[in-house]
């Protein structure tokens, strides 16, 4: 089982940047999908970002396209995900979420298995 661990939330004003941390451990030799998923009150979950640890495309949501940037560091197992000019839409828990099989540029975010214990990103007008 894979142990997920974010931080670097906090709160910003319009147009402020962040950079999310989520470190994982009990990985296993081989790759597996990553993902950055939000929630806020009374809304769905929200696949923001996910990627291949093996490499391959990037997905974003329509709504980040442009101002987040995921990426993933091997040597250090950390997923990060680099926030620019944020907006108030943007406040939400941020989880970290990790699975295996499938497609990760389409995978659904019910479909990770293991997930942290989320970031609090609050953005102020």
């Known amino acids: 089982q894979v142990q997920l661990e974010e931080s670097g939330g906090g709160s910003v004003q319009t147009g402020g940047s962040l950079r999310l941390s989520c470190v994982a451990s009990?990985?296993?030799?081989?790759?597996?999908?990553m993902g950055w998923i939000r929630q806020s009150p009374g809304k769905e979950r929200e696949t923001v970002a996910s990627?291949?640890?093996?490499?391959?495309?990037?997905y974003y949501a329509d709504s980040v396209k442009g101002r987040f940037a995921a990426s993933h560091d091997d040597a250090k197992n950390t997923l990060y995900l680099q926030m620019n000019n944020l907006e108030p839409e943007d406040t939400a828990t941020y989880y970290c979420?990790?699975?295996?099989?499938?497609?990760?540029?389409?995978?659904?975010?019910?479909?990770?298995?293991?997930w942290g214990q989320g970031t609090q990103v609050t953005v102020s007008s």
């Open positions: 979420a990790a699975g295996f099989g499938g497609n990760c540029y389409t995978k659904a975010h019910y479909d990770y298995t293991s």
């Open positions: 990627l291949a640890t093996f490499g391959g495309p990037t």
């Open positions: 009990g990985v296993t030799d081989g790759g597996y999908c």
